[in-house]
């Protein structure tokens, strides 16, 4: 998929909402659902052990969002007077492509790429945004749905109020308790 067809596909399902998690939050609330990276929401793994647990949620998060190895693009946003922090994983990814949005006066150059889904295809860019280091947006080509990790968690948009009702109750125990999600 090259740029302009990534685009297009963005803005078809997403009009005038930017591939940034909390743009995401604020525009689409019900399809919203906020997943804990560490038990007792605790925000930065230390130690080897609490990274593999980090990694493991937000695997299962794309495991239940990209069932069946679908295509997926990878959205990594960066400050236009940035250099462009990719982390190793995306490099294996082809074909990339780019392009410049403004966003309430803050112009990004979005990188992307698209791939199919596979468990651990992510992990080292996944680390880096666990490390806040990275930002990044997964968006499925089939259904629109996004997966948008963060450092401490992963926001996720279901296709439906339906579909993020039922991941809720598969990740109950990561979920957020509060009502807002959050």
Not at 45 to 51: F, H, K, V, Y
Not at 102 to 131: H, P, Q, S
Not at 155 to 164: G, N, Q, T
């Amino acid at each position: 998929m090259d740029a302009l067809a990534l685009r297009r596909f963005w803005s078809a399902h997403f009009p005038d909402v930017p591939p940034l998690g909390w743009r995401l939050r604020a525009a689409l609330p019900e399809r919203w659902l906020r997943i804990h990276s560490l038990p007792g929401g605790t925000r930065y793994a230390e130690g080897e052990a609490e990274r593999a647990e980090v990694l493991r949620r937000v695997n299962a998060c794309c495991d239940e969002l990209f069932a069946g190895g679908g295509r997926v693009a990878i959205i990594l946003p960066v400050w236009v007077d940035a250099a462009p922090r990719c982390a190793g994983d995306l490099a294996r990814l082809d074909p990339r492509v780019a392009w410049t949005e403004d966003d309430d006066g803050v112009a990004r150059r979005l990188y992307a790429a698209t791939f199919a889904w596979r468990r651990g295809i992510l992990d080292e860019t996944f680390g880096d945004v666990a490390d806040d280091k990275l930002r990044a947006v997964l968006v499925g080509l089939a259904d629109a749905a996004v997966v948008a990790p963060y450092d401490g968690g992963v926001d996720l948009f279901a296709a439906s109020a339906v579909e993020r009702d039922r991941l809720a109750a598969r990740f109950a125990q990561w979920r957020s308790q509060r009502p807002d999600g959050l």
